[in-house]
């Protein structure tokens, strides 16, 4: 078991943001090696978050990022217990945190996969029964497999599944609940709504080769 030295422990609370006193019980469960104490701190912290999960969280803020050359923006609501806490730096670091991450994930369309509705899921299992690759298979096998790229395909449309852009160790589910943990609230992504610079317009095409050629012949 490595010494648990002071050094160690401020290594430990600058790599996670958390207090000392919880470094170093994390370096004491772990023997002294970082990597573990960090993962039991997360677990700590997405524990201490769950017990929160069913307390309301009606203030917040909503947040918003708008990518480099102005053709993506993004807005959210992120929601908390009290005024106090969304004031705060750690708040308003994760609320501009998960904006950016949606600005960078354009195929998410939920919050989470609790949030889509049955008939996409419906959908998507169609198409995945009708792959070529299943062709002559079991009919229960071929369930077993559709059911893993299921969850698989769903879990890419929500938010909350996401590897964390900047940490790619962690989910943005994670993430929150462990900025859940450090402010002793319950934190909730409630929304979102990204924007496209253009989508849904329909832009005409002209074909100028064609038009040239058919005015030298005019």
Known sequence: MAEITAKLVKDLRDK???GMMDCKKALAESGGDMTKAAEWLRQKGIATAEKKSGRT???GAIGSYIHTGARVGVLVEVNCETDFVARGE???ELVRNVAM?????PNVDYVSTEEIPP???????AIEMGRDDLAGKKE???VKIVEGRI???LKELALLEQAFIRDNTITVGEMVKQAAGKTGENIQVRRFSRFT????IEVEKSDFAAEVAAMGKA
């Not at 008939?119 to 299992?125: D, G, I, N, P």
């Not at 610079?197 to 849904?200: I, K, N, P, R």
């Open 119 to 125: 008939e996409v899921a419906e959908r998507e299992k």
């Open 101 to 105: 991450q949606i600005a960078a994930c």
């Open 197 to 200: 610079l253009g989508e849904g």
């Open 140 to 142: 229960e096998m071929k």
């Open 57 to 59: 969280a009606a203030e």
């Open 16 to 18: 996670t943001g958390a």
């Open 90 to 92: 750690l708040f308003q």
């Open 151 to 153: 969850g698989k395909r």
